[in-house]
């Protein structure tokens, strides 16, 4: 069958406005769903699960919250590892005090966290862009490092300076902890994902959506329609945040199972999700699946994958070999294709329309 | 060249029922304006009717652009006063002015370049639609009524722009004649009753600029939509405008009708550069 949308007509408005309004890609969305959800954890093992699917999840998440700060809204964002971070602590300062209440509603709770910091840090995007911006959410990134390490009520005064990620269950499965299957914690992490890039997506698609991107456009224009530019940046800010704070819970919960915060929540991790965004593609969500199935996945790939086809490297030169390739793409992408991968795909899809009669 | 002529001829069906021009709706007094050394305006006033087109004209770098900035709030003036709808203004934002009802498009098109025709118009109805970030995330309910209410809006103005084959297309790839019709669109959406256009003709062939003309009186007559308009096509100018205000050099040198305008000697020595 050829993709494409003859003989497929919207009559109504609402049917025009769905988010895949090509039948072609409604029966590509819902197989991929069936695999995720299915045919991963009935044939994956739990290797594949937990170092490539778990963290190609949670990658993506924290992804979409930066992509909607900087590609939806043309803000960019040095802090998104503090800010995970920031959902990381709130999770595990919760479910301390209230063990009783569900881990998953704690997890998704912590984003109110970080988006209210987030929006304290994002208070001078009215006034400064570009660069200036970048170094303001770094000094946020550093301020909130210095705080999880010199609070110790944060990690609840620990010998070790580190989160414990305690057992927490779900119809009395374990779902975090030693005891919790990579497949569990897997189809937890899937659901929340599932869940949040449904909301993303109907955020980007209406009013609010629309806003962010005329002010990334054109801020002035956006004025005259009547768009206040502290209010919307400070909605992609509080959003974005929430996003990367839930990611950052994820992180802890289902796939470190803890850890200290330096390690994980630094300015690296910044960098690598803002490599997400750029490769996967600004201001798209099926990029923002792809930059960080790409990046997540390519130091699985260099270590186990080519040692496997019989290239044999060490460790130390997949990690090296990860940085040259992920440094190098960006540079081209950012040279020759400044929306990603997301937009190879979209032209692919564009010629797949026409395929196999070009004219 | 006669545009109006043209589109009448081509559209005498349509009866032409008299306008009505009505109350003083935007007044401004002994306005001055300048960035450090440069007087961009120089104690300017002039008032703008309810229901009329009003011209404003000069040759560049008179100010032209600098007024429509003071009067949607993207500059203060350092003097003077301005009284919208009876009411004397503050320095203000411009999305307030957006509110009280003013829109504009820009000398320089100023479009949301990574959004489609359709959603740079729908942006346009942004003051229009409540629903909050709640039923936003939800896209059911109220927010995807009021989305769906809005999108019926959009297509209107789509239509009434002919512009409905560019409808999904992202605007950064549109000629340039249709990115203006899109910025139209754009402030359309708004529901303007003071419609701010600097140089909607600029850089237009001339079937381009009868489209948009036809469009501006269309919008004007049929809407009741007042309009002021910055444009260096004299042609253009003297058919479409009830009313004229000439700048040079920040200062006002002429005010009137098309007719007295013509025959002012200030105006013809400043088109014609005579030695001030
Ligand atoms: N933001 C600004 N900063 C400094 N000078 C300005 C600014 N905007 C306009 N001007 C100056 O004001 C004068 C009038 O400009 P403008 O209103 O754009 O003229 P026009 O639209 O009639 O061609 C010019 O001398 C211009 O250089
Ligand atoms: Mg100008």
């Given at each position: 069958?050829?993709?494409?949308?003859?003989?497929?007509?919207n009559?109504?408005?609402?049917?025009?406005?769905?988010?895949?309004?090509i039948?072609?890609?409604?029966?590509g969305?819902?197989?991929?769903?069936?695999?995720?959800?299915?045919?991963?954890?009935?044939?994956?093992?739990?290797?594949?699960?937990?170092s490539?699917?778990?963290?190609?999840?949670?990658?993506?998440?924290?992804?979409?919250?930066l992509?909607?700060?900087?590609?939806?809204?043309?803000l960019i964002s040095l802090?998104?590892?503090?800010?995970?971070?920031?959902?990381?602590f709130?999770?595990?300062?919760?479910?301390?005090?209230?063990p009783?209440?569900?881990?998953?509603?704690?997890i998704?709770?912590?984003?109110?966290?970080?988006a209210?910091?987030?929006?304290?840090?994002?208070?001078?995007?009215?006034?400064?862009?570009?660069?200036?911006?970048?170094?303001?959410?770094?000094?946020?990134?550093?301020?909130?490092?210095w705080c999880?390490?010199?609070i110790?009520?944060?990690?609840n005064?620990?010998?070790?300076?580190?989160i414990?990620?305690?057992r927490?269950?779900?119809?009395?499965?374990?779902i975090?902890?030693?005891?919790?299957s990579?497949?569990?914690?897997?189809?937890?992490?899937?659901?929340?994902?599932?869940?949040?890039t449904?909301?993303?997506?109907?955020?980007?698609?209406?009013?609010?959506?629309?806003?962010?991107?005329?002010?990334?456009?054109?801020?002035?224009?956006?004025?005259?329609?009547?768009?206040?530019?502290l209010?919307?940046?400070?909605?992609a800010?509080?959003?974005?945040?929430?996003?990367?704070?839930?990611?950052?819970?994820?992180?802890?919960?289902l796939?470190?199972?803890?850890?200290e915060?330096n390690?994980?929540?630094?300015?690296?991790?910044?960098?690598?999700?803002?490599?997400?965004?750029?490769?996967?593609?600004?201001?798209?969500?099926?990029?923002?699946?792809?930059?960080?199935?790409?990046?997540?996945?390519?130091?699985?790939?260099?270590?186990?994958g080519?040692p496997?086809?019989?290239i044999?490297?060490?460790?130390?030169?997949?990690e090296?070999?990860?940085?040259?390739?992920?440094?190098?793409?960006?540079?081209?992408?950012?040279?020759?294709?400044?929306?990603?991968?997301?937009?190879?795909?979209?032209?692919?899809?564009?010629?797949?329309?026409?395929?196999?009669?070009?004219? | 060249?006669?545009?109006?002529?043209d589109?009448?001829?081509?559209?005498?069906?349509q009866?032409?029922?008299?306008?009505?021009?009505?109350e003083?709706?935007?007044?401004?007094?002994?306005?001055?304006?300048s960035?450090?050394?440069?007087?961009?305006?120089?104690d300017?006033?002039?008032?703008?009717?309810?229901g009329?087109?009003?011209?404003i004209?000069?040759?560049?770098?008179a100010?032209?652009?600098?007024?429509?900035?003071?009067?949607?709030?993207?500059?203060h003036?350092?003097?003077?006063?301005?009284?919208?709808?009876?009411?004397?203004?503050?320095?203000?934002?411009?999305?307030?002015?957006?509110?009280?009802?003013?829109?504009?498009?820009?000398q320089n098109?100023?479009?949301?370049?990574?959004?489609?025709?359709?959603?740079?118009?729908?942006?346009?109805?942004?003051?229009?639609?409540?629903r909050?970030?709640?039923?936003?995330?939800?896209?059911?309910?109220?927010?995807?009524?009021?989305?769906?209410?809005h999108?019926?809006?959009?297509?209107?103005?789509?239509?009434?722009l002919?512009?409905?084959?560019?409808?999904?297309?992202?605007?950064?790839r549109?000629?340039?004649?249709?990115?203006?019709?899109?910025?139209?669109?754009?402030a359309?959406?708004?529901?303007?009753?003071l419609?701010?256009?600097?140089?909607?003709?600029?850089?237009m062939?001339?079937?381009?600029?009868?489209?948009?003309?036809?469009?501006i009186?269309?919008?004007n007559?049929?809407?009741?939509?007042?309009?002021?308009?910055?444009?260096?096509d004299?042609?253009?100018?003297m058919?479409?405008?009830?009313?004229i205000?000439?700048?040079?050099?920040?200062?006002?040198?002429?005010?009137?009708?098309?007719?007295?305008v013509?025959?002012?000697?200030?105006?013809?020595?400043?088109y014609?550069?005579?030695?001030?």
């Open positions: 069958m050829f993709y494409r949308e003859n003989g497929q007509f009559t109504t408005y609402a049917e025009d406005m769905a988010v895949f309004p039948r072609q890609d409604r029966i969305l819902a197989l991929i769903l069936g695999v995720a959800a299915i045919g991963v954890p009935l044939f994956g093992n739990s290797f594949f699960i937990s490539v699917m778990i963290p190609f999840l949670v990658y993506s998440l924290a992804t979409i919250g992509n909607i700060l900087t590609g939806y809204t043309g802090g998104t590892g503090a800010f995970m971070g920031v959902g990381a709130a999770c595990f300062k919760l479910t301390t005090a209230f009783n209440v569900n881990i998953i509603f704690w998704l709770a912590s984003g109110f966290f970080s209210a910091i987030g929006m304290l840090f994002g208070l001078p995007s009215l006034r400064v862009k570009g660069f200036y911006l970048a170094v303001t959410t770094l000094a946020a990134q550093f301020f909130l490092q999880f390490i010199r110790p009520w944060l990690y005064d620990s010998a070790s300076g580190a414990e990620v305690a927490r269950t779900l119809f009395g499965f374990p975090t902890g030693a005891q919790a990579a497949q569990t914690r897997y189809l937890v992490l899937l659901g929340i994902v599932v869940f949040m449904w909301i993303a997506s109907n955020i980007v698609h209406g009013r609010i959506g629309r806003s962010w991107m005329a002010v990334r456009d054109m801020d002035i224009a956006a004025e005259l329609m009547g768009i206040r530019l209010p919307t940046k400070l909605t800010f509080a959003v974005s945040s929430f996003y990367a704070g839930v990611a950052g819970a994820c992180m802890m919960f796939w470190y199972g803890g850890g915060a390690d994980v929540f630094n300015i690296n991790q910044s960098f690598n999700i803002l490599f997400m965004v750029i490769l996967g593609g600004l201001g798209s969500l099926v990029g923002s699946f792809m930059g960080a199935a790409f990046i997540s996945s390519l130091p699985t790939i260099f270590k186990f080519l496997a086809i019989g044999n490297i060490g460790g130390a030169t997949a090296h070999l990860t940085f040259m390739v992920v440094g190098a793409l960006i540079v081209i992408f950012l040279i020759a294709e400044p929306h990603g991968l997301a937009r190879l795909w979209q032209i692919t899809k564009e010629k797949l329309r026409l395929w196999p009669f070009p004219h | 060249m006669n545009v109006v002529a589109i009448i001829a081509l559209d005498n069906a009866p032409t029922a008299p306008r009505r021009i009505g003083v709706m935007l007044k401004l007094d002994n306005v001055s304006l960035f450090g050394g440069v007087k961009a305006i120089r300017v006033s002039f008032d703008v009717r309810r009329e087109i009003r011209a004209i000069g040759p560049n770098g100010g032209k652009t600098s007024m429509l900035n003071v009067i949607n709030g993207f500059y003036p350092q003097q003077g006063v301005i009284t919208f709808k009876g009411e004397q203004r503050s320095a203000m934002r411009p999305y307030v002015a957006a509110s009280q009802g003013i829109a504009r498009t820009f098109v100023a479009l949301f370049k990574g959004m489609s025709t359709l959603d740079n118009i729908m942006t346009g109805r942004t003051m229009k639609m409540k909050g970030l709640f039923w936003q995330a939800l896209r059911h309910g109220p927010a995807m009524a009021e989305e769906i209410e999108r019926a809006v959009a297509e209107r103005i789509i239509d009434f002919e512009i409905a084959h560019i409808r999904k297309t992202p605007v950064g549109l000629p340039y004649g249709l990115q203006k019709r899109v910025e139209l669109g754009r359309l959406a708004t529901e303007p009753e419609l701010l256009l600097d140089e909607p003709m600029a850089g062939n001339l079937e381009e600029k009868q489209d948009m003309s036809r469009f009186l269309t919008v007559d049929t809407f009741g939509t007042t309009i002021a308009l910055i444009e260096h004299m042609g253009v100018v058919d479409l405008s009830d009313r205000v000439v700048l040079d050099y920040g200062q006002k040198i002429a005010d009137g009708t098309p007719a007295e013509k025959a002012d000697q200030k105006v013809i020595d400043a014609l550069g005579v030695a001030h």
